[in-house]
């Protein structure tokens, strides 16, 4: 191994870009600042229930299995994977519930108990989230966007499927029911965009889900994680953890390695990062004018909003809870608008509801339940919010909706419970305004547009995960590893 490269931070991004350069003859060093690696994907054992902190459902698991297979090995020796159906249980506060799956019959059924006339709708959608899968995900997702010829180039592409046109719109298009229309278009939120302003290239998340499912890792996530972790030790890679880089040691326009927090430093080819964008260029390139130039650039872009998380361990089974719902509140536009856009704290919300013990039980003590509860908040840019005072009634606010619409007796139940508010975000992994997904996902801010797979001036500075193309989202952070894994190995001549 002539070759070494430096990757900080491991995210699924860093941990996916270490394998790739690892297994194509690099020597890798990926070095995370936490205890343990998984980033947004972190995990906390508390009084015998295992709470994952961010991802849940897994998408396109073949992305995944890819990263043993470079190496002759089977994804199957560090991981099991269990399929979800269905994959989300939608429900309204009027009662309604909606189950989102693959099985063609049974989401048509769904669909006609909306509204019969929307299922011819609903075929025309299809055929249009496939033909955006196409272009935008499987010929598109993993490849770098370095120049702007490469953005001219799938012109057409996006001009043909009206890209500028947001997927609420787009679905609107195809269907008449509101409650549809949410069904079809909430998805961009899982990835950080507002679905009334997120391009409608981002609709090709239905065809993801329906052509390789949902997935859950047996023991959650971090399961997933630790199996990631393993096998690029496993490969020859070292991990370093619970050492923040402090600094990207440079000469000129070259960077020649990383320095700890704890005055450990290593020398390197190359250097990759995973973490957040702002603080690779503000903190981690500081002395260097391209460091300030980005940090200028970035400081106008628009960033995703935060995450306002309650986890809670309860006494009991839930067999009728599926392990995913999405609890839509009374309101879908005026909600978005006031997160995204005028970033107040609204007094109603939607939630996401995760339940992995129906699923798994294991990850909580026998006879009890694991659940969070998650709720799209602004992120800190915006108005200022005392998250230390608003948190633990926000919390509660949380619980009582639950309350109210799923668990009647749930204060009694719960043995455990804390929440994670945008400060824990931006504390724990530097994310510039506690953003949970980093740049929102825009037209404008997508593809080229986006932060570059490899620096424009830093010849040997690669960048990977959520703030690259394509975006946030575990296919999409491996997505960005891949490419950036191509273009590390064709400069380092791998
Ligand atoms: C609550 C939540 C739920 C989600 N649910 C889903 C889901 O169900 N499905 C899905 O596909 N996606 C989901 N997402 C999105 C997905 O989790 C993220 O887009 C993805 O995990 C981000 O990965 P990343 O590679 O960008 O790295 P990150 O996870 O952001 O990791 C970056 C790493 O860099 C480290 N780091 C930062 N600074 C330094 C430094 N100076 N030195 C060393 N290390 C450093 C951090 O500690 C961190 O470990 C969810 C996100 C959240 C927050």
Redesign the pocket.
């Known amino acids: 191994m002539g070759q070494t490269a430096v990757v ?7 941990l996916a870009l270490a394998i790739r350069l690892q297994a194509g003859g690099v020597q890798t060093t990926l ?4 205890d343990r ?5 972190y995990v906390w054992h508390r009084d015998g229930f295992t709470f994952d ?7 396109d698991p073949d992305c995944l299995r890819e990263l043993w297979r470079l190496t002759g090995h089977d994804m199957a020796e560090d991981v099991t994977l269990i399929p979800v159906s269905p994959f989300y249980r939608l429900n309204w506060p009027d009662g309604t519930n909606f189950d989102y799956s693959n099985h063609e019959v049974a989401l048509r059924r769904e669909i006609a108990a909306l509204d019969t006339r929307d299922v011819a709708g609903y075929e025309r959608f299809l055929d249009y989230s496939a033909g955006v899968y196409e272009e935008g995900y499987r010929k598109l997702g993993a490849v770098p966007f370095l120049d702007f010829a490469s953005m001219i180039k799938s012109a057409p592409a996006l001009a043909r499927h009206q890209a500028w046109r947001s997927v609420y719109s787009m679905v609107s298009s195809f269907v008449q029911n509101e409650k549809l229309r949410e069904a079809l278009s909430f998805h961009t939120l ?2 950080g965009g507002n679905p009334m302003t997120t391009s409608a290239i981002y609709a090709l998340i239905h065809t993801l889900e329906k052509t390789g499912g949902v997935w859950f890792a047996q023991g959650g996530t971090n399961r997933l994680v630790a199996g990631m972790a393993r096998h690029f030790e496993r490969i020859g890679g070292v991990l370093r953890l619970g050492d ?3 600094g990207i040691d440079m000469i000129g326009d070259k960077a020649t390695g990383v320095r700890t927090a704890s005055g450990w430093s290593c020398e390197a080819d190359a250097v990759a990062s ?3 964008l702002m ?1 690779n260029y503000r ?2 390139l500081g002395g260097h004018p391209r460091g300030a130039k980005m940090t200028d650039k970035l400081e106008r872009s628009r960033w995703s909003p935060s ?1 306002f ?1 309650v986890h809670f361990g309860i006494k009991g089974s839930w067999p009728g809870i599926p392990h995913h719902m999405i609890l839509f509140g009374p309101r879908y536009e005026g909600l978005l608008t006031d997160i995204y856009q005028h970033g107040v704290l609204p007094a109603d919300f939607s939630l996401y509801l995760h339940h992995p013990t129906v699923t798994d039980p294991t990850m909580a003590p026998e006879g009890c339940s694991t659940f969070y509860a ?1 709720a799209p908040v602004p992120h800190m840019g915006k108005l200022p919010i005392d998250w230390g005072q608003v948190g633990p009634a926000y919390a509660e606010r949380i619980l009582s909706e639950i309350e109210r619409r799923l668990i009647p007796d749930i204060r009694s139940r719960i043995v455990t419970q804390f929440h994670y508010a945008p400060p824990d975000f931006s504390r ?4 510039h305004l506690g953003s ?3 740049l929102e996902p825009l037209l404008t801010q997508s593809a080229w547009f986006r932060a570059h797979n490899r620096d424009d001036v830093i010849p040997n500075f690669y960048l ?4 690259t193309h394509p975006g ?6 491996v997505g960005s590893a891949k490419a950036t894994a191509t273009l590390m190995l064709e400069d380092m001549g791998s």
Do not use: K, Q
């Open positions: 900080i931070g491991a995210g699924f991004g860093g070095i995370e600042a936490r690696p998984g980033g947004r994907a902190a961010g991802p849940t459902v897994i998408t899982l990835v923040p880089v402090t995973n973490a957040d603080h903190n981690l995450l998380l998650l724990d992994l530097n994310a949970a997904f980093s990977v995960g959520a703030g946030a989202g575990i296919p999409g952070v």
